[in-house]
């Protein structure tokens, strides 16, 4: 089995708890015989951070990742954050594509499935690749969000489509699970 991570909620190899469940499925995933990639398609790190997560690529404890948006500081205009993130989008697809080439991507598990132009982009990979889809949830979607108009769309975006595209959602608790299931 061949398994992608991807999404835009963790920062890797070091960061919070996010990064923690990342590193644990992909050990439980390789664990259990799969190959698991980690791609992050936005910068993670700022001038508080320091030298965390210095690598743009590498390996670390068997588990190949690469911030496919070239560059690990965030940026410090929102134009420029706008263009790292759709750069990394794209060279996250692209490199997802060669890992294809290579072994056939069997699984794409995406954080971060709320914002509607993370979704749609994997959700096209996803079925171009013939891989299935999969959303984690560790925390009730859109709770911490001011609830304007574009936040509305977004949640009916996520409750009406991404919710129904998606192949499974991976969820920490009951609660959850009796929300998305």
């Known amino acids: ?99 294809h080439q290579e072994t056939p991507v069997d699984a794409i598990i995406l954080w971060y499935a709320e914002h509607p132009t993370n979704f749609v982009v994997y959700a096209i990979l996803a079925k171009a690749l013939g891989a299935v889809l999969v959303a984690e949830k560790s925390e009730f979607p859109f709770v911490y969000y001011q609830k304007t108009i574009a936040v509305r769309l977004m949640i009916w975006f996520y409750e009406n489509v991404t919710l129904r595209i998606l192949d499974g959602v991976i969820v920490i608790s009951r609660f959850l699970h009796e929300y998305f299931f």
Not at 61 to 82: D, H, N, S, W
């Open 1 to 99: 089995m061949n398994v992608i991570i991807t999404g835009t909620g963790f920062s890797f190899p070091d960061g919070t708890g996010a990064t923690a469940r990342v590193m644990s499925f992909a050990k439980g995933l390789m664990h259990h015989g799969a190959t698991v990639h980690v791609f992050l398609p936005k910068p993670t790190e700022n001038e508080t951070t320091g030298e965390r997560n210095s690598h743009l690529q590498g390996v670390h404890e068997g588990i190949p990742f690469e911030y496919t948006c070239g560059q690990r500081l965030v940026a410090k205009t929102r134009v420029g954050a706008l263009f790292l993130y759709l750069r990394g989008l794209w060279r996250a697809c692209q490199a997802i594509s060669r890992v």
